[in-house]
């Protein structure tokens, strides 16, 4: 699914809010839902004012995740997309919980 054409491009990681639901369902994690704190225009939003990061995890869910924590819920997430945000099929998001250590190691360093 991620291309490698686009997997050179810098990514650039937003974290603006953006939360997914968790249930454990036997051997299987789902994600029920994720909420999008913007209503109007946002770097999460296509043409169609929809939020491209809600729909692809709802589409492929932890597939979409780069990280690890711990079991909680919600889980606060960072997320980056590489592609044309006006079609799903041409574009990956990928996202990362906050609390992941590494990745939160890293978030703090870019913004000191
Ligand atoms: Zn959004």
């Not at 809600?54 to 597939?63: E, N, P």
Request: hydrophobic share 40%; with cysteine.
């Amino acid at each position: 699914m991620p291309n490698q054409k686009s997997q050179a491009v810098e990514q650039i990681w937003h974290n603006d809010g953006h939360e997914i639901a968790l249930k454990i369902n036997r051997a299987d994690m789902e994600i029920v839902s994720v909420f999008c704190p913007h209503e109007g225009e946002a770097n999460c939003k296509n043409r169609l004012n929809e939020c491209v990061v809600s729909a692809f995890i709802l589409r492929y869910g932890m597939d979409c995740n780069a990280g690890v924590c711990d079991a909680q819920t919600p889980i606060k997430i960072c997320w980056t997309l590489v592609g044309d945000m006006n079609s799903l099929d041409e574009c990956q998001v990928w996202f990362m919980p906050l609390t992941d250590h590494v990745f939160s190691a890293w978030l703090e360093s870019t913004q000191n």
